[in-house]
């Protein structure tokens, strides 16, 4: 199964996503992004279950969400430090982060390899 793709949005009350192809017509909410991923999972099984469909897994879920809300919620990824890593004008990241300008899908992907480069760094350290 192709995964489904779900739109993420910060609400006053925690976030909130919905799926992005019409087939599926879900939506949920949750306090924060680990909660809500759970309930996505929780919603897309709901309708497995009724469409008499297999259960599925973490991998059958696409999260998507904006950088500004990304920096928001991740306040400990400094988005200067960042740009130094993969090379981008900090003050051209710190537009992305604050929407004051729209990145191009090029730019984009740079800045998400970027944080899943950190990530992988940081999966594979170990302390003394």
């Known amino acids: 199964m192709k995964p489904v793709k779900f739109i993420v949005e910060k609400t006053f009350t925690g976030y909130s996503a919905y799926a992005k192809d019409d087939k599926y017509a879900l939506t949920t909410v949750g306090d924060t992004i680990n909660e809500l991923k759970a309930n ?49 004008n900090e003050t051209l990241l710190s537009q992305y982060v604050n929407g004051i300008k729209e990145p191009s899908s090029r730019q984009t992907q740079k800045i998400l390899s970027g944080i899943k480069s950190l990530g992988k760094e940081l999966s594979s350290l170990e302390f003394t």
């Open 40 to 88: 996505i999972l929780d919603a897309l099984n709901s309708y497995m279950d009724f469409n008499g469909l297999p259960e599925v897994g973490n991998e059958s879920i696409a999260v998507q969400i904006d950088l500004s809300q990304f920096f928001d919620y991740y306040k400990e990824i400094n988005a200067k430090a960042l740009a130094k890593r993969i090379g981008m």
